[in-house]
């Protein structure tokens, strides 16, 4: 009788993609892309967020649920990035602190 070990369950959100060890030469670009995108993508979502509260004060938005999912889905991506943002002024701060 073959018995094979218990692999964890682990979901698809959860797992780390395959990190290739071939990194392109502007490495610095790409994570200048990465950080411009996400910022365009929390950009959008304000702006979505704002058009949608507009719709509703005007009295042409019916779905109140939608207007307020929306405004949801734009405030924690702005808190996501703030957070973002201070882990990464930590680390440039202690970084700076280090002695030489």
Do not use: C, W
């Amino acid at each position: 009788m073959k018995v094979s070990p218990i692999n964890p369950f682990i979901p698809a959100y959860l797992q780390r993609p395959a990190v290739s060890q071939d990194l392109p030469a502007g490495g610095a670009t790409d994570f200048g892309q990465m950080l411009r995108q996400a910022l365009g993508e929390v950009n959008k979502l304000q702006q979505n967020a704002d058009v949608a509260a507009k719709k509703l004060v005007l009295g042409e938005a019916e779905d109140v649920h939608q207007v307020m999912i929306a405004m949801e889905q734009a405030r924690l991506a702005l808190q996501l990035t703030v957070q973002v943002r201070n882990k990464l002024v930590e680390a440039y701060q202690e970084i700076s602190r280090m002695q030489i």
